[in-house]
T-cell receptor, first 112, second 110 residues
Framework: EDQVTQSPEALRLQEGESSSLNCSYT??????LFWYRQDPGKGPEFLFT???AGEEKEKERLKATLTKKESFLHITAPKPEDSATYLC?????????????FGDGTTLTVKP | SAVISQKPSRDICQRGTSLTIQCQVD?????MFWYRQQPGQSLTLIAT?????????ESGFVIDKFPISRPNLTFSTLTVSNMSPEDSSIYLC???????FGSGTRLTVV
């Protein structure tokens, strides 16, 4: 059974204080690992997809990396508008494309 | 990527009634997915909906409680039947690209 574990559950940062969110996964053949941002009362907003170990992707203050067992979402010099819940999900090669297993998320709060 | 219109965005329903949630996609997609997000928790897949066939339900979810329709390649509905307060959640649809989700339906059962 595919599993995704995110840590920490909650993270409070001061504006400008860089940090990382962790996503550990177990999957029988990785099709892709997805990072999303979710604001309260809204659906997940896609950030990144990573497909193979060693891959990295960046978008503004966010950088996602992938190993064979985990992924990190690095947040550099965060701003209050980065406050949200960040979700990690995996899709396995032996399942339908689009069928994802999600972690419980990390709720990030950035204080000015 | 696809764009999904989901409605209603929220509803407050009486115990024992049913609510049908709609998702309209702006392009044809083979598979659509329905997720539930209970308060403070992450997304759990309810079922996969293919056009022209019965939906495939995940463990713990049954067709009588969550009937799904998929009449064409751009539309799907999820009905939450005989609701109880435990059904209060956000319900989300998505498509096979893995990128795109509807904006969610926040359901409160009283």
């Amino acid at each position: 059974e595919d599993q995704v574990t995110q840590s920490p559950e909650a993270l409070r940062l001061q504006e400008g204080e860089s940090s990382s969110l962790n996503c550990s996964y177990t999957v029988s053949g990785l099709r892709g690992l997805f990072w999303y941002r979710q604001d309260p009362g809204k659906g997940p907003e896609f950030l990144f997809t990573l497909y193979s170990a060693g891959e990295e992707k960046e978008k503004e203050r966010l950088k996602a990396t992938l190993t064979k067992k985990e992924s990190f979402l690095h947040i550099t010099a965060p701003k209050p508008e980065d406050s949200a819940t960040y979700l990690c999900a995996v899709q396995a090669v032996n399942t339908n494309a689009g069928k994802s297993t999600f972690g419980d998320g990390t709720t990030l709060t950035v204080k000015p | 990527s696809a764009v999904i219109s989901q409605k209603p965005s929220r509803d407050i329903c009486q115990r024992g009634t049913s609510l049908t949630i709609q998702c309209q996609v702006d392009s044809q997609v083979t598979m659509m997915f329905w997720y539930r997000q209970q308060p403070g928790q992450s997304l759990t897949l309810i079922a996969t909906a293919n056009q022209g066939s019965e939906a495939t339900y995940e463990s713990g979810f049954v067709i009588d409680k969550f009937p799904i329709s998929r009449p064409n390649l751009t539309f799907s509905t999820l009905t939450v039947s005989n609701m109880s307060p435990e059904d209060s959640s956000i319900y989300l649809c998505s498509v096979e690209d893995g990128y795109t989700f509807g904006s969610g339906t926040r359901l409160t059962v009283v």
